[in-house]
């Protein structure tokens, strides 16, 4: 299968800039609405991703999954080196372990949206026309 970069691309910074914009408005929120959030966020990147991807299903789902872990790990990055300088080097390690853990759990949504993308894409696409001409 060959990757589409620009739609992994485009998704991992959709991916970032909407991570990047909950962390500052849900910043004290309850657990429960940030893990909606993380869902949105991983399913609308994965979306974009499989949307500009196209192709088979499966293809729009792979594409969005790699999106959405790019992003993530991107923030996971900031997060840590963040938590390093501000708490201290366990608590960065924690981070760094469980952000880790948790990169596997990003895919999942956006893999679902890249998936719903690229059908959407596939069912927007115009049909082909057929049949003689006069």
């Not at 969005?64 to 938590?83: C, K």
């Amino acid at each position: 299968m060959d990757i589409n970069w620009t739609a992994v691309v485009t998704g991992f910074v959709m991916t970032l800039a909407l991570g990047f914009i909950s962390g500052l408005i849900y910043v004290g929120s309850e657990a429960s609405v940030v893990l909606l959030y993380w869902g949105g966020i991983g399913i609308l990147g994965g979306l974009t991703a499989g949307y500009l991807a196209g192709g088979t299903v499966s293809s729009g789902a792979t594409h969005g999954g790699i999106a959405t872990v790019f992003g993530s790990l991107v923030l996971l990055v900031i997060a840590t080196f963040t938590t390093l300088l501000f708490a201290g080097l366990v608590a960065s390690f924690s981070v760094l372990v469980l952000g880790i853990l948790m990169l596997a759990f990003y895919a999942v949504p956006g893999a679902l949206g890249g998936a719903i993308g690229s059908w959407t894409k596939h069912r927007r696409a115009a049909p082909e026309p057929t049949g003689a001409r006069a």
